[in-house]
C-alpha cells in the first residue's frame, strides 16, 4: 500500500558530498516521522537522522555539523544531504517513515530497500 523508493547512494571519496532521496508513494493520508538509518557491515542498524512533520531534526552524533535531513511534504519526500563524508559512514541507508494511510486511524512504519553508500579513504 505504501512504497519508499531511496536513490543517490554511489561512491564518493572520503571529504566528498552524496544527496540521498526517498520518495513515498501509494494510499498516504500523512506521514509523520521520516528518517534515515544505516546499517554498516557486522552492526546493527543505527539511526543517522529523522525530522517530524513540524520540522524538529534530530541527528546521531557521529553526523552533527556533516549531514542535513530535509523533507518536502508535497512530494512526500525526505533528503539527506551528506558532507564531509568519510570512510566510517560506509554502510546501506535505509529511509524510514511513519504512515497514515486513508481509512486507517494509526501511524504504521514503513521501510525502503536501502541504497549503498561507499566512502573511499
Known amino acids: 500500500q505504501v512504497q519508499l523508493v531511496e536513490s543517490g547512494g554511489g561512491l564518493v571519496q572520503a571529504g566528498g558530498s552524496l544527496r540521498l532521496s526517498c520518495a513515498a508513494s501509494?494510499?498516504?493520508?500523512?506521514?509523520?516521522?521520516m528518517g534515515w538509518y544505516r546499517q554498516a557491515p557486522g552492526k546493527q542498524r543505527e539511526l543517522v537522522a529523522s525530522i517530524t512533520s513540524g520540522g524538529i531534526t534530530n541527528y546521531a552524533d557521529s553526523v552533527k555539523g556533516r549531514f542535513t535531513i530535509s523533507r518536502d511534504d508535497a512530494k512526500n519526500t525526505v533528503y539527506l544531504q551528506m558532507n564531509s563524508l568519510k570512510p566510517e559512514d560506509t554502510a546501506v541507508y535505509y529511509c524510514?517513515?511513519?504512515?497514515?494511510?486513508?481509512?486507517?486511524?494509526?501511524?504504521?512504519?514503513?521501510w525502503g530497500q536501502g541504497t549503498q553508500v561507499t566512502v573511499s579513504s
Open positions: 524510514n517513515a511513519g504512515v497514515r494511510i486513508w481509512g486507517s486511524r494509526r501511524y504504521d512504519d514503513y
Open positions: 501509494g494510499s498516504i493520508f500523512s506521514i509523520n516521522v
